[in-house]
């Protein structure tokens, strides 16, 4: 006998959808699952979390919220942290965590120039920088128009997992503009901290 679970997530903040999902999951009962968010950064977030969980998933808008229906199919991701080949599991890994987008205090232009600058020369740190985490302001960099933008993408396309906070861009009315990066939640940002043997902090 399939089980299937319905969960009323709308009104909740990130990262409650997804935790909410995973503790369903966690459970292990549920063959068929089907969360109401009413954002699209949760109807993101929580998609991709149960497709890395095994769950074939589905979405449907009603009255201004979102349907995720998902089935149990594929057998679940092992870990919700990409596997490390032997090379890297050696290599130290750093997480940048940027929540403005703006470098120091004083003059605005010059604090916009300097982030690009920083943004443009984080590649010189090499194969250890693991993760570029956008948050806050931060998440402006990932969007069409930012001048930060090629070399978020350079570095994306380096190797370099670039995280941009699905709650910011919803926030500040970015969500469709985001030109690089996986849109995601709380839930993730804190498991990339969690998992970095180092962490840079511009906030």
């Not at 120091?104 to 740190?125: A, C, H, R």
């Not at 069409?144 to 670039?162: A, D, H, R, T, W």
Request: glycine letters at 10%; charged letters at 30%.
């Amino acid at each position: 006998m399939r089980v299937e679970i319905e969960l009323d997530c709308r009104g909740l903040a990130c990262p409650q959808p997804v935790l909410k999902a995973k503790e369903v999951i966690e459970e292990g009962d549920a063959d068929r699952v089907k969360i109401w968010v009413d954002n699209a950064a949760a109807k993101e977030n929580v998609s991709r979390f149960l497709s890395r969980m095994g769950y074939d998933v589905e979405i449907s808008e009603k009255e201004g919220a979102y349907a995720v229906k998902a089935v149990r199919g594929r057998e679940a991701a092992p870990c919700q942290m990409p596997l490390a080949s032997a090379a890297e599991e050696t290599r130290r890994r750093i997480a940048v965590l940027i929540g403005t987008d703006r470098m120091g205090s004083g003059d605005e232009m010059l604090g916009e120039k300097l982030l690009l600058n920083f943004v443009g020369t984080l590649k010189e740190m090499g194969p250890e920088l693991w993760r570029v985490i956008l948050l806050n302001g931060g998440v402006r960099l990932s969007v069409e128009g930012s001048q930060s933008l090629p070399g978020l993408k350079e570095l994306e396309n380096s190797g370099v997992s670039v995280l941009v906070c699905g709650t910011c861009l919803n926030h500040f009315g970015l969500l469709d503009r985001k030109r690089v990066g996986e849109t995601t939640n709380m839930l993730d940002i804190v498991t990339a901290l969690q998992v970095a043997d180092k962490v840079i902090s511009l906030t």
